[in-house]
């Protein structure tokens, strides 16, 4: 069918689309690829011939080649706009035409006001017309103004969306068959993963050793899974997930639980990164240091099993010795009840984040693509990767300042901002989500070509900022599970699709 479709045709961007929204596009890889290359030396003749007046059009062509890596112009907006340079008010009738520029919108890097003003546009003028709209419109509009294409996980909108397709009258019933068998028997092999992390999580006895720590193997792993979903990665995601467990242990060892004395000696004990250096610990730490490191040794030992090079595990443990400086740095603050200025919170907070480490750690199982030079690439914190680190940082302090400042834990960005510019909370969250907004656009920016290493080493650090986006949308969905995230949880990863 992607082979048969014309060319230059809406056929063949509406079936692109389908088919990366019904997730089955790791299949066709080459073949999206080979089309949508093709299509980029045609877009202009494409938007000249065919975008004069259909947005839908104009909207999708630019969200697909973005979505690729290819830079297109945001120019091609200009004809929905009136004079004054805002969008013309006869769309608001085009409902499909203002969800794909909505979505579109969501890819925009800087300096494209148009497409700032389309979130605008868009979201008010969506939610406007949603009353009046069927049901199944209504919820694939209201699931896509919650988390658009570009900031949720890939598994959770591939689950929702073979449930939209199914409903469109228009469907291909071959192509959603596929898309359904392809996701039962991919979470068929996502709960045999998931089955052999919680066995070796219960194995380790960490749960019951640290009774203060958050027992969350389950949602980890569902992080690890919005990371990477496809067959071949099934191994980094169990690296990951097993990494993912030790940081929250030190999150909590470090946030809730540790004295400073001891949180000192456990900071100088990583530094070293042997297993003698535990000998002055307190029982507990002593535990988790020792697991900590004996789950490195694994990693090394399977990756050198498989026949993979072993040296990218000195790069994840250095991030791990660089985020556990930061827990105590945070530690620090805590105890000596000082509020540190806003620029030192976030320079703290992008290893805090946990992303240098998690991104690094996510390309352990990914093969010889990870090479030496990747690998240098990530370590020495490129702009994509502070983007996202901000990001998980800030959206965690949005969700979780109140609930912290109650327990009179370390100041978030919030309290960071208000500080230093005498605001109140409200203006504080304004500039925060700005802040948030800007380094999407940095994210946006640095996943377009020329990329600095293989575009599929640049999706990970993608998908943990959408995981982050989905885990902290409206609540800490992490620390407090509650009921919204077990039915994901379970539409994911337990319940099949019907066929």
Known sequence: MLVMAPSKSLQKLDLINTIQLLGVAYHFEFEIEESLSNFYTHYEEWIGEFGETDL???????????????????????????????????????????????????????????????????????????????????????????????????????????????????????????????????????????????????????????????????????????????????????????????????????????????????????????????EQLPAYMKLSYGALLQVYNEVERELENLGNKSFPVKYSINEMQKLLKAYFQEAKWYHEKDVPTMEQYIKNGIPSSSYLLLATTSWLGMGDVATKEAFDWISSEPTILVASCVIARLLNDLVTHEIEMERGDVASGIECYMNDYGATKEEAYMEIRKIIENNWKDLNGGCLNPTEVARVLLMPVLNLTRVAEFFYKDEDAYTFSKNNLKDVISMVLIDPTTT
């Open 56 to 278: 839908h059009v104009v909207a999708l062509s630019f969200r697909l080649l973005r979505q690729q890596g290819y830079y297109v112009s945001s120019n091609a907006f200009r004809k929905f706009t009136d004079e004054q340079g805002n969008y013309k008010k006869a769309l608001v009738s085009d409902v499909q035409g203002l969800l794909s520029l909505y979505e579109t919108a969501q890819f925009r890097v800087h300096d494209e006001e148009i497409l700032d003003k389309a979130v605008n546009f868009t979201t008010t003028h969506l939610k406007l017309i949603l009353p009046n709209l069927s049901d199944s419109l209504a919820m694939q509009v209201s699931n896509a103004l919650k988390f658009p294409i570009n900031n949720t996980i890939v598994r959770v909108g591939t689950r929702k969306y073979i449930s939209f397709y199914q409903e469109d009258e228009s469907h291909n019933e071959m192509l959603l068959n596929f898309a359904k068998l392809d996701f039962n028997i991919l979470q068929r092999l996502h709960k045999r993963e998931l089955c052999d992390i919680t066995r070796w999580w219960k194995e380790s006895e960490i749960a019951q050793a640290l009774p203060f720590a958050r027992d969350r193997v389950v949602e980890l792993y569902l992080w690890s899974l919005g990371v990477y979903f496809e067959p071949q990665y099934s191994i980094a995601r169990k690296i990951l997930t097993k990494v993912l467990c030790f940081c929250s242990i030190m999150d909590d060892t470090y946030d809730t639980y540790g004295t400073l004395g001891e949180l000192t000696l456990l900071t100088k004990a990583i530094e070293r990164w042997d297993i003698d250096a535990s």
